[in-house]
C-alpha cells in the first residue's frame, strides 16, 4: 500500500544516486563517456531535468549535468548551454524550467519542456537556476565532448579546433577519450593538436616536451604563438618560460613551423594572384580577340561583360528553384547574349571605321555609355545580388596554414577552359582559319572566296561572346550594376598590351604575372597603391617594348 | 641636337665610296629578310638594285636609313660614318634622302608648303616655331617645283594630285632636302608608259649632282636609266654589272623565269 | 586708318585676318567678357537684361571646358595625338589652384587650424607635407599651376613619343596614366583630401568667393584666357611649326625621314597643351568651389574628346564651339531629362564618328559650299 504511495520523484533519486556512484570519478568534471547514453523516457525526462531546480549542493549539480549530457534528451545541449551562459530560470509557482531572457517589464520565459512559450513574466516570478566557476568548468567540458560526439565528422572537427584555440585542463579527459573512438584522420589530428596545447601547460617536464614536439609539422598559428611567447622575456631580461629545456626546444621547433608557414604562405599568395590573373585572363581574352586579332578598339568590351553577368541575373530570376544549376545555363546564355550584341554592334558601326583606330575608339564608347544607360533603364541603377550556388562555396583545406577556396579554384579552372577552347577554336577548325587568313590578309582571304564582312562579325562576335563568360564570372566575384565594366576595361587593355597583341599565350602570360605582381606588392603597399605600382609598371613597360611582351617581330607589324 | 655634317662635295679624291655594306645580315624571327649582304656604291654613280619579291630590297632600304637595326654587319657612308649608330632624323640630316614605295606626301599641305617643309636647313622646335622664309629659299622653293614639273599645281593640295605626280613631288621633296645620296625605292610603280620614260629623265638629271639608288621590278625603266645594275636574291647579291652582262647570267635567268 | 593698318601689319593681325572664323569667335568672346559681368552687376533683378549669377557661374564653367577642349585639339586635330588622360593636366591644374585656396582659409576652417588644413587636422596630422609649402603665396602658386601639369606631360611624353608609342597605344597608356592618377589621389595619405577632395574656399587674393563682383571678373578672366589661348594655338598651328604637326600627323615616318626629330615636336606640343588644360582646371576650381578626384577620372577625359569631335577637329574654334554646345545640351538635358542624357551623349559619340567626321564646323562649311555653288550657275546664267 505504501508503494502506491511512493512518490516517483523519490525513486527516480534513489535510482539516479545508484547511477551517479557507480560512475568512475575521475576529477571533478565527472566523465561521462564509460556509461553508454541512457534512454530516457518523456516522462522521465521531465523528471531528470526538474531535478536542476531542487538540486543545491555543488556535486548533486555536476551529477544531474553529467547525467542530462549523456541522456539522449533532445534539448540537453540547449539546457546545458542556457545554465553555462546564467540563461536557465525555473518559475516559482509551478516549479517550471524555463529559459528566459531579461526583458524590460521582467523576463520573457519559454518552457524547457514543451518548448511553450510564456511571455513575460515578472522579475519575481521566476527565480534563476545558480551556478559557479566549478560549475562552469564542468560545463564548459561536457559540452565540448558532446560536440566530440556528433555523429557528424565536420561538427567533430569544429569542436576539436574549438579546443585548440581554447585549451583548458578540463578537457584533457574528454579530449583523451575522444581519440580513443575516432576515426576521422583530420579530427584526430586536430584533438591531437588539442591535446598538445593542454598539456604545453602541464607541470611535468616530459609531457610539455612531447607536446612541443608533436608541433612539428601542424602549423597553427595559436601554436605558433604560444612557443613564440615561451622566448619572450620580462623587463629584467629574465626568460617568461623558466625551463632552459622547454624553451629551447620550442625555439627550434618554432624556427622550423616558421619557415614551412613562410613556404604556406607563399603558395597561398601565388594562388590569390593566380585567381586574380584568372579574372584578367577572362576579362582580356575577349579583347585579345577583338583588339589584338582584328586591330578594333572595342571601349564597349566592358559593357559585352556587364550584359554576361545580367544575363547571369535574369536566368536566376527564370529558375528560381534551380539555382545551383541556373550558372551553368548562364555561360552559353549570356555568349549568345553578348556574342549577339557584338555582332550588331560590328554590323552597325565598326564595319565603316576599318582603318580609322581612334574613330572606332569613340564610336564604341558612345555604344559603352548607351548600353550602360540601357541597363540602367531596365533594370533600375541600383546594384543587382546574384546568388552563388552552394557548389561554389567552402574550401579545399590542405592544412593549417593553406586552404584554397572553392570559388578561386573554379575560376582558374575556367580561365584555363575558356582559353584552350578559344585556342582550340582558332587553331584548329576551319572557322579559327578563315579568322586568322582574313585578318592577316584580307584582299588575298577576299580572292580566296571568304566572306571577309561575315568573318569578320563572327570575330567580332565571338570576342564579345567572350567577355559575356567573363561577365558570368564576374557576377560571382563582384556586384552586378550598370558599371561593372567600367571598372575591368582598363586593366583588360593593360593586360593585352602587355602581353603584346596578336598573341593569345602573351595575353595569358600578361593576366598570369600581372595577377600574382599584384597580390604579392599588396602586403607591402595596400592593394591600391599596388594597383598604381602596376600601372605605372606597365606605362613604363610599353616605353621599352612598345609592341608588348610577346610580339610578333615581322615586317609587317612595323607598318 | 641633329647630326648635320657639311659635305666638301663628292667631288673631292679622298672620298672613296658614298655608301658600304658589308657582311650585314637581319633576320625576323628566324627568316633572313638580309643574309650577308655587301654593297659598295661610288661617288656620283646611279645605281639600279633589281630582286624578286621578298629579296630584301625594303629590309635594305630600312637598315640604310635607320629605321631597322642589322644584327650584324657594316654600314658606312662616306667611308667613315657608320650608320647602324644613328636614326631617322639624323640619317636624314647627315645627307641621305629616302623616297617610299608607295608616294608618301602630305596631303593636308600645299605642294608648295611639302617643298617648304623638305628645304634643307636647322629643324628644331625653336627654329620652326619662328621659322621665316627668306626670298633666296622661296626662289629654291619655286625652282625645284618647276624641276619636277608641279609649277602650276603649286598651291593646290597634294591630297588632290594624282598618282604620278605625288611621287615626282616626293622626289622635288628629295632634292630640296639636299642629300648627298637618293634611295629612290620603285619611282615607276603605278606609272603610264611616258610617265615611267619622264621620272627615268628625271632621275638622270638629279644624278648629275647627287648619288642616287633605285630599287625597281620595271625593265624598261632600269634599260632607260641605262646603268649599273645589282641583283638582290634571298637577301644577298647574285649578280652585279651593266643591265646586259646581268640578264645573260643562267643564275639571274633561273631567279626570274625559272620558277 | 592708321590703326587698322598697323593692325594689318603686325603678327596677330595677319593671324586674325587669315582666320575669319577666329575672329567671328574671338570677337563673340570678347562680347560676353564685358556684357555678361555687366548684365550682372548693373542691370536690375527683375530686368529682362539681368543675367543671374549661377547664369555668369555656368557660363565660366563652359568657358573652362572650351580652354580645355582647345587644349586637346591643339594636339589632337594638328599632330594626331589623341590623349584620353586630359583631365588628369586639368585636375591638376585645379589641385594646384584648390591648394592655394586652401592656405587662404587660414584660421576659418570648421578646426579653426591656422597652419593645417581641415582634412589633415581630421587625419590627426600635425605638420604641413613638404609639397604643401608655398602655395600661400598666390604667385608662386599661379607658376605651379603651369609647372605642374608641363612636368608631368614632359616626363610622361618624353618617355613615351622617344620609344615611338603612338595612335592607339598611347591612348590607351593615356588613359591608363588618369586612372593610376585618380587611385593616387583617392588615397588620404596623398596629402590632398583623398575621397573628398579640396573644398569650403573662402576667398582668393582676399576676395570673398561668393561675391557677385568675383565671380564676374572670375568669368571675364576665363573668357580672356580663352581669347589668348586661342590666339596662342592659331599661331602655333600658323607658323612652319605647325605644319610639320600635320606632318607627323598625316605621315609620321615621311616626316622623320625629312630630318624632323618627330618626338621633340611632339613633346613640345604636348607640353603647351598641358599647360592650358592645367589653367583651364585652376580656373575652373574656384568658380565651382570644389576639386576631387573624380576629375581624374577616364571617362572625363574621354568627354574632352567628344566636346571636340562634335564641334570639329583640327579648326580650333571649333573645339570651343564643340565644348559649350556639347556642355550646354548636358545642363538642358540632365535637367529636363536625365534618363536620356547618356543615350543622348552616347548616340552623339557614335552619330559624329559616323556622319560627321568634320563636325558642327564641317556641317557649317559642307551648306556654305552648297550655297555658294547654287550661286554660282545662277549669276553666270544671268551674265550669259
Redesign the interface.
Known amino acids: 500500500m505504501k508503494l502506491t504511495h511512493i512518490d516517483t520523484h523519490a525513486v527516480f533519486r534513489f535510482i539516479l544516486f545508484c547511477l551517479v556512484i557507480i560512475l568512475p570519478m575521475q576529477s571533478t568534471a565527472a566523465p561521462i563517456a564509460t556509461v553508454g547514453q541512457i534512454k530516457i523516457q518523456r516522462e522521465d525526462a521531465a523528471l531528470l531535468l526538474n531535478e536542476l531546480i531542487t538540486a543545491k549542493s555543488t556535486v548533486d549539480k555536476i551529477n544531474l549535468i553529467n547525467l542530462i549530457a549523456n541522456s539522449n534528451l533532445p534539448q540537453r545541449v540547449a539546457v546545458l548551454e542556457a545554465l553555462q551562459s546564467g540563461d536557465l530560470y525555473y518559475t516559482k509557482k509551478a516549479k517550471q524550467l524555463v529559459y528566459a531572457h531579461s526583458h524590460a517589464d521582467g523576463y520573457s520565459a519559454v518552457a524547457v519542456i514543451g518548448n511553450e512559450d510564456l511571455g513575460v513574466v515578472g522579475s519575481r516570478a521566476v527565480r534563476k537556476i545558480s551556478i559557479n566557476n566549478e560549475l562552469r568548468t564542468v560545463l564548459r567540458g561536457v559540452l565540448a565532448e558532446i560536440s566530440l560526439r556528433s555523429e557528424n565528422t565536420a561538427e567533430r572537427l569544429q569542436a576539436a579546433k574549438n579546443l585548440v584555440r581554447s585549451p583548458a585542463a578540463e578537457f584533457l579527459p574528454a579530449i583523451e577519450r575522444a581519440l580513443v573512438m575516432e576515426s576521422d584522420a583530420k579530427v584526430i589530428e586536430a584533438l591531437k593538436l588539442a591535446a598538445a596545447m593542454v598539456n604545453l601547460n602541464s607541470d611535468e617536464q616530459v609531457l610539455r616536451l612531447e607536446a612541443i614536439e608533436s608541433f612539428r609539422g601542424s602549423l597553427d598559428s595559436d601554436a605558433m604563438s604560444l612557443l613564440a611567447a615561451m622566448q619572450l622575456t620580462d623587463s629584467d631580461g629574465n626568460y617568461l618560460e623558466p625551463d632552459d629545456l622547454v624553451r629551447e626546444s620550442a625555439a627550434a621547433v618554432l624556427k622550423q613551423m616558421r619557415s614551412e608557414a613562410k613556404i604556406y604562405k607563399l603558395i597561398e599568395n601565388t594562388f590569390f594572384g593566380l585567381s586574380l590573373g584568372s579574372v584578367l585572363l577572362l576579362t582580356a581574352v575577349g579583347l585579345a580577340i577583338t583588339f589584338g586579332v582584328m586591330g578594333v578598339i572595342n571601349m564597349a568590351h566592358g559593357e559585352m561583360m556587364m550584359l554576361g553577368a545580367y544575363t547571369t541575373y535574369v536566368i536566376q530570376l527564370l529558375m528560381p528553384n534551380y539555382i545551383d544549376y541556373s550558372i551553368i545555363v548562364a555561360i552559353p546564355a549570356a555568349f549568345m547574349v553578348s556574342g549577339l550584341v557584338g555582332i550588331v554592334i560590328e554590323r552597325g558601326i565598326i564595319r565603316h571605321l576599318y582603318g580609322r583606330p581612334l574613330e572606332t575608339l569613340l564610336a564604341t564608347f558612345g555604344v559603352s555609355l548607351i548600353l550602360q544607360q540601357a541597363v540602367r533603364s531596365i533594370f533600375s541603377p541600383l546594384n543587382k545580388s546574384v546568388t552563388a550556388p552552394s557548389w561554389l562555396s567552402g574550401s579545399l583545406e590542405i592544412n593549417g596554414a593553406l586552404s584554397l577556396t572553392y570559388n578561386r579554384l573554379y575560376i582558374i579552372a575556367f580561365s584555363l577552359i575558356v582559353l584552350l577552347l578559344l585556342v582550340f577554336l582558332l587553331k584548329k577548325t576551319f572557322v579559327g582559319l578563315q579568322m586568322r587568313a582574313v585578318t592577316q590578309n584580307r584582299a588575298m582571304a577576299n580572292s580566296m572566296g571568304i566572306r571577309t564582312g561575315w568573318v569578320d562579325a563572327l570575330t567580332f562576335g565571338l570576342g564579345s561572346g567572350i567577355a559575356g563568360i567573363a561577365g558570368v564570372a564576374l557576377s560571382q566575384l563582384t556586384n552586378v550594376g550598370p558599371n561593372l565594366g567600367q571598372s575591368y576595361i582598363i586593366d583588360s587593355f593593360m593586360v593585352v598590351v602587355f602581353g603584346g597583341v596578336g598573341n593569345l599565350f602573351g595575353t595569358f602570360f600578361a593576366a598570369m604575372s600581372l595577377g600574382v605582381a599584384n597580390k604579392f606588392l599588396e602586403p607591402f603597399a595596400g592593394a591600391v597603391l599596388a594597383k598604381i605600382f602596376v600601372l605605372v609598371f606597365i606605362i613604363l613597360f610599353i616605353q621599352w617594348r612598345p609592341r608588348g611582351l610577346f610580339a610578333l617581330k615581322g615586317r609587317s607589324v612595323e607598318d | 641636337?641633329?647630326a648635320v655634317v657639311k659635305s666638301p662635295g663628292f667631288h673631292s679624291s679622298e672620298l672613296q665610296s658614298m655608301l658600304y655594306l658589308n657582311g650585314v645580315t637581319k633576320s625576323?624571327?628566324g627568316f633572313k629578310?638580309i643574309n650577308n649582304l655587301s654593297l659598295d656604291i661610288a661617288p656620283g654613280e646611279l645605281r639600279a638594285i633589281i630582286g624578286p619579291n621578298g629579296a630584301g630590297k625594303?629590309?635594305m632600304m630600312d637598315i640604310i636609313?635607320g629605321?631597322?637595326r642589322p644584327d650584324s654587319g657594316e654600314v658606312r657612308f662616306r667611308d667613315n660614318i657608320d650608320l647602324t649608330q644613328y636614326?631617322?632624323?639624323d640619317i636624314?640630316?647627315l645627307g641621305i634622302?629616302?623616297k617610299?614605295q608607295k608616294p608618301?606626301?602630305?596631303?593636308?599641305?600645299t605642294v608648295w608648303?611639302n617643298v617648304?617643309?623638305?628645304l634643307a636647313g636647322n629643324?628644331?622646335?625653336i627654329r620652326?616655331?619662328?621659322?621665316k622664309l627668306s626670298s633666296e629659299q622661296g626662289d629654291r622653293i619655286n625652282e625645284v617645283i618647276k624641276l619636277v614639273g608641279l609649277k602650276a599645281k603649286t598651291s593646290e593640295l597634294a591630297g588632290s594630285l594624282s598618282h604620278g605626280q605625288k611621287q615626282w613631288l616626293e622626289i622635288g621633296?628629295l632634292i630640296v632636302?639636299g642629300p648627298e645620296l637618293l634611295l629612290v625605292d620603285e619611282p615607276a610603280a603605278g606609272m603610264t608608259d611616258q610617265e615611267t620614260m619622264e621620272t627615268a629623265a628625271l632621275l638622270k638629271e638629279i644624278n648629275r649632282e647627287h648619288t642616287v639608288v633605285v630599287v625597281e621590278h620595271d625593265m624598261d625603266f632600269i634599260k632607260a636609266l641605262d646603268s649599273k645594275v645589282t641583283v638582290l636574291h634571298e637577301g644577298s647579291v647574285l649578280a652585279e654589272g651593266r643591265l646586259e652582262v646581268v640578264s645573260a647570267n643562267p643564275r639571274v635567268i633561273e631567279v626570274y623565269l625559272g620558277r | 586708318m592708321l590703326n587698322t593698318k598697323i593692325f594689318e601689319r603686325s603678327a596677330i593681325g595677319r593671324l586674325l585676318l587669315a582666320d575669319k572664323a577666329g575672329s567671328y569667335l574671338l570677337m563673340v568672346l570678347f562680347a560676353a567678357m564685358v556684357l555678361v559681368p555687366l548684365c550682372n552687376l548693373l542691370m536690375p533683378e527683375g530686368s529682362f537684361l539681368h543675367i543671374p549669377t549661377y547664369i555668369v557661374v555656368l557660363l565660366g564653367k563652359y568657358l573652362c571646358y572650351a580652354l580645355l577642349a582647345l587644349a586637346l585639339d591643339l594636339i589632337w586635330g594638328y599632330c594626331g595625338i589623341l590623349s584620353l588622360g586630359h583631365g588628369a593636366f586639368f585636375a591638376l591644374g585645379g589641385y594646384v589652384m584648390g591648394m592655394h585656396l586652401m592656405r587662404q582659409i587660414g584660421e576659418r576652417g570648421v578646426y579653426g587650424n591656422a597652419d593645417l588644413p581641415d582634412f589633415m587636422v581630421f587625419l590627426n596630422w600635425t605638420e604641413l607635407p613638404w609639397y604643401w609649402y608655398g602655395f600661400d603665396s598666390f604667385f608662386f602658386s599661379m607658376f605651379m599651376v603651369a609647372l605642374v601639369p608641363a612636368a608631368l606631360a614632359f616626363v610622361f611624353g618624353w618617355l613615351a613619343f622617344r620609344s615611338r608609342v603612338t595612335g592607339v597605344y598611347l591612348s590607351i597608356i593615356t588613359q591608363a596614366m588618369t586612372y593610376a592618377l585618380l587611385l593616387a589621389f583617392f588615397r588620404n595619405d596623398m596629402g590632398f583630401g583623398g575621397n573628398n577632395g579640396l573644398t569650403d574656399f573662402k576667398d582668393i587674393l582676399g576676395f570673398n568667393l561668393q561675391s557677385d563682383v568675383t565671380r564676374c571678373v572670375l568669368f571675364a578672366l576665363s573668357a580672356l584666357s580663352v581669347m589668348l589661348a586661342y590666339i596662342l594655338c592659331r599661331a602655333i598651328v600658323s607658323s612652319k611649326y605647325g605644319r610639320v604637326l600635320v606632318a607627323i600627323r598625316d605621315a609620321e615616318s615621311r616626316t622623320r625621314f625629312m630630318g624632323y626629330r618627330v618626338e621633340h615636336f611632339k613633346l613640345f606640343v604636348f607640353v603647351v597643351s598641358a599647360i592650358l588644360a592645367g589653367i583651364a582646371g585652376a580656373l575652373y576650381v574656384p568658380q565651382v568651389g570644389i576639386i576631387n578626384p573624380g576629375e581624374f577620372g577616364p571617362i572625363n577625359s574621354i568627354e574632352i574628346v567628344i566636346w571636340v569631335a562634335i564641334g570639329g577637329r583640327g579648326t580650333l574654334f571649333g573645339a570651343v564651339i564643340g565644348a559649350v554646345a556639347v556642355n550646354y545640351a548636358k545642363t538642358y538635358f540632365t535637367g529636363a531629362f536625365p534618363e536620356v542624357w547618356l543615350f543622348m551623349l552616347g548616340a552623339l559619340f557614335v552619330i559624329s564618328t559616323l556622319y560627321l567626321p568634320k563636325g558642327i564646323v564641317g556641317v557649317v562649311k559642307q551648306l556654305q559650299d552648297r550655297r555658294a555653288e547654287r550661286n554660282a550657275p545662277t549669276s553666270q546664267g544671268a551674265q550669259s
Open positions: 641636337m641633329s625576323f624571327d629578310a625594303s629590309t636609313t629605321k631597322t636614326d631617322e632624323a636624314a640630316n634622302g629616302r617610299f608618301t606626301v602630305i596631303e593636308t599641305l608648303e617648304e617643309l623638305a629643324r628644331s622646335v620652326a616655331l619662328w621659322h621633296m632636302q
